[in-house]
């Protein structure tokens, strides 16, 4: 998987020590702009996003930290939204934002890193006497999203108790101290409570790192992840921005009478790098790989249709034939016949198009469209079929049951898509190959298939008449190139379900006995399309007719 | 061992049921060694382009041989495949696994073929066989099973000595559910074929002959 990180190098110290052993790890590109040439561009955080909205040459993701107050940061709630609607697949490490980003499309959660090894509980534990000692920490934005205010009346208490205030970071009121990195698990193993004060934060990482270090922690309710956190002792949860409830709970905290470091440090198992990677991986792969699941369908009867196509004498008169048989079996299932004209013979709707190539294939090919479009489930068969049992309705069920698509493979002797080459369609087998990277696949056999309606299957079909277009000869190279470049979920039946007595006893056949060559109009080879003016000739020359 | 060229002109060889057939400019066959070396050097024959590179099958390509044997797949593989990973377990490691029976010598240009397919495809696998159906193999009841599930058992069925699956939920849950249908003492292909029957991942079944060895 080719992922390109987008990333400025503005960007915080966090957000570059959230992402870039990312990059590391799984060996993606880096760059502060997005790239064609990779499966995947990921912006981080969104507000990357902001000038590419219009990047469109490759599926994108975006990984959302916090939702700003609207009235507070407009600018940020504008971008936020935008990049939302924009991305292919948001993800984020609160519950709280996944729920409302997943309006928008596919949501993942992501679980962010916390370095346990860094911040681990201190050789000795401090011993601040009397004197208790409060940390806060982080950088104070003009938002007031910290709750830096919840602090600053804090402080008017805080000279009547028997605790101080310690900051780390930049802008609390008070002092404040500047950790450098190397050093921040120092400033944890210093405290004996951390409080976290924050209204609006993406995760937010100190209050982990502190737990990590098994310092007490008090947290707001409903910030970032913090509602995850299991209720293990020496952690206590206040209502945000309420400073009488968050008093209390940080009374609680220093008055406790007894510190379990390990469940607290416990608590933070979770959030390892390989968790961060592999919710990463796994997201992408999703978006990247996953289709929708099966959806569950309707029992087939009643929608489900079997379709013929039969241009000249001989394919018409396998029609007759090919209907009659599946009447005898299967006699309350339509059957739509297409032609250039009505056969009269049992079909129980006919379409009328032209005669435009001499194999059939252009309208074979376009069946989707024109099925009726109330079957649901539709059959398609060779005129020079012959239906010998009702099981051959084990075609829908396969397709009520969830598969979207049912194939036969040829027979062993021509199982190989290589066994398809012929001097007269080498340029197109050989284009197929190369495209499919190999002659060595499985040959499937378009005499005799179904599929559901879907957008996938639409979609399929659609692209398996333009690839027919192109060469406008036989049409298995063509539903190779269409099938491989959008799979869908195809279940793949033997020559049981489409028994080619020329290379196969008939007794072997399960329901659809098939024989080949007998609805030929021409004899020999044509070269080039099917469409042809030398194709036509073939057709007079079989005929009889002066050409 | 056989060699695969492709013709420039036509030429005759032995096909795979053992006759004399022509085989036409731009067709594929496997002849010995000392043909091949002939046809190529009198220009009557190109080369087949070599097995992709790891480069080319993505950083994440990888295979787990999930019996005994890894020595065994290293030797197969490691003159293509110098830096792919082979590693013994069960599940899904890499972003494209190819989940290998650690007793079969896989072909290094199917193992190429198996992680190019999977750009596209969730899951691939070789038919066991064209003619041996599920209702051939296992025991009764779990053929019964089987056939609760499938409602028809003359149906193919996959070789599961070599499968390549690109890891998604949907593959996830399909070694899931594979795991959990092993677990009733099935025969594991009819278990794989029940697995995939719950999951309905996009399949790309391979003809009997990717388990074959023998190409260079």
Same mark, same amino acid.
């Given at each position: ?16 020590? !959230?992402?870039?052993? !990312? ?101 000795? +534990? ?88 098994? =310092? ?114 299967? +006699? ?34 376009? =069946? ?5 479009? %109330? ?24 397709? %009520? ?19 398809? !080459?012929? $001097? ?75 028994? =080619? =007595? ?13 024989? $080949? ?31 | ?147 609760? @599930? ?14 390549? @699956? ?51």
């Amino acid at each position: 998987m080719r992922v390109h990180l987008v990333m400025s190098d503005g960007t915080t110290d966090l957000l570059k020590r !959230l992402a870039l052993p !990312l990059a590391e790890s799984l060996n993606w590109s880096v760059g502060s702009s997005p790239i064609a040439e990779t499966e995947l561009n990921y912006f981080f955080p969104y507000l990357e996003m902001q000038p590419f909205v219009d990047f469109d040459k490759t599926p994108t993701a975006a990984w959302f930290t916090h939702h700003e107050d609207p009235e507070a940061v407009p600018g940020k709630d504008a971008i936020w939204q935008r990049v939302a609607e924009t991305v292919d697949l948001r993800l984020t490490s609160a519950p709280m934002y996944r729920d409302e980003l997943q309006s928008y499309g596919m949501t993942r959660l992501v679980t962010p890193p916390l370095d346990r090894k860094k911040f681990t509980f201190a050789d000795t +534990p401090a011993n601040n006497g009397d004197l208790k000692k409060v940390g806060v920490s982080g950088y104070v934005y003009s938002s007031g999203r910290k709750g830096e205010h919840l602090i600053k009346h804090l402080l008017k208490f805080c000279v009547n108790y028997d605790f101080q205030i310690r900051a780390s970071g930049r802008g609390w009121p008070g002092a404040t101290a500047h950790y450098r990195w190397d050093d921040m698990q120092k400033f944890y193993q210093g405290l004996d409570v951390y409080l976290c004060t924050s209204l609006i934060e993406g995760i937010p990482m100190p209050p982990l790192e502190a737990m990590a270090c098994g =310092i007490p922690v008090v947290i707001p309710r409903g910030v970032g992840l913090l509602d995850t956190l299991p209720d293990v002792e020496n952690l206590y949860r206040y209502e945000a921005d309420n400073f009488q409830d968050m008093w209390r709970a940080l009374q609680e905290a220093l008055d406790a009478p007894g510190l379990n470091r390990e469940s607290l440090r416990g608590a933070t198992a979770r959030f390892t790098f390989e968790a961060w990677q592999g919710t990463h991986e796994r997201a992408f792969e999703d978006l990247l790989y996953d289709i929708p699941p099966a959806t569950v369908t309707t029992p087939w009867q009643g929608k489900a249709g079997v379709f013929y196509v039969a241009y000249g004498k001989p394919s018409r008169e396998c029609a007759r034939k090919a209907i009659t048989s599946w009447k005898e079996h299967v +006699p309350d299932i339509p059957v739509a016949l297409v032609s250039d004209k009505p056969l009269g013979e049992g079909e129980d709707i006919f379409i009328e198009e032209d005669d435009a190539d001499i194999g059939g294939r252009s309208v074979k090919t376009r =069946i989707y469209d024109l099925a009726p479009v %109330e079957w649901e489930y539709v059959l398609y068969l060779d005129a020079d079929t012959e239906i010998i049992s009702s099981d051959v309705t084990f075609f829908f069920d396969l397709l %009520e049951d969830g598969w979207e698509l049912v194939f036969c493979i040829n027979p062993p002797k021509y199982a190989l898509a290589r066994e398809m !080459l012929r $001097p007269d369609n080498r340029d197109e087998c050989l284009e197929t190959f190369a495209q499919l990277g190999s002659d060595e696949i499985l040959q499937l056999n378009g005499g005799v298939f179904a599929f559901r309606r879907n957008g996938r299957t639409a979609n399929l079909m659609r692209l398996w008449h333009q690839e027919w277009q192109r060469f406008g000869a036989r049409d298995q190279a063509a539903l190779d190139r269409a099938l491989y470049a959008n799979p869908v979920r195809i279940y793949t039946l033997g020559q049981e379900w489409n028994t =080619i =007595i020329r290379y196969t006893e008939a007794e072997r056949s399960a329901a659809v006995i098939h024989h $080949p060559m007998s609805a030929r109009r021409w004899r020999g080879k044509i070269p080039g399309r099917l469409d042809s003016d030398a194709a036509w000739d073939a057709v007079a020359r079989f005929d009889g007719r002066p050409e | 061992m056989k060699v695969g060229i492709r013709a420039r002109t036509i030429l005759y060889a032995t096909d795979t049921d053992g006759g004399q057939r022509a085989y036409h400019p731009g067709e594929v066959l496997y002849v010995g060694k000392q043909s091949a070396l002939r046809w190529l050097a009198e220009g009557r024959a190109d080369a087949l382009p070599p097995p992709p590179g790891v480069d080319d099958m993505g950083f994440y390509s990888g295979v787990v041989v999930r019996t005994a044997g890894v020595e065994n797949t290293q030797a197969a593989l490691a003159g293509a495949y110098p830096d792919l990973t082979i590693i013994e377990g069960e599940g899904l490691n890499f972003s494209k696994t190819l989940l290998l029976d650690g007793n079969l010598s896989p072909r290094p240009s199917i193992v190429g073929l198996g992680f190019k397919l999977l750009d596209t495809w969730q899951v691939a696998a070789p038919l066991f066989s064209y003619e041996t159906l599920a209702r051939d193999v296992g025991t009764e009841a779990d053929r019964q099973q089987t056939a609760k @599930m499938i409602r028809d058992l003359r149906v193919p069925f996959y070789d599961t000595r070599l499968i390549f @699956m690109r890891r998604c939920s949907a593959t996830l849950q399909l070694l899931e559910a594979w795991k959990e249908e092993r677990q009733l003492d099935s025969d594991d292909r009819l278990a794989f074929l029940r697995a995939i029957y719950q999951v309905k991942p996009t399949l790309c079944a391979g003809p009997v002959g990717w388990v074959e060895t023998g190409d260079v």
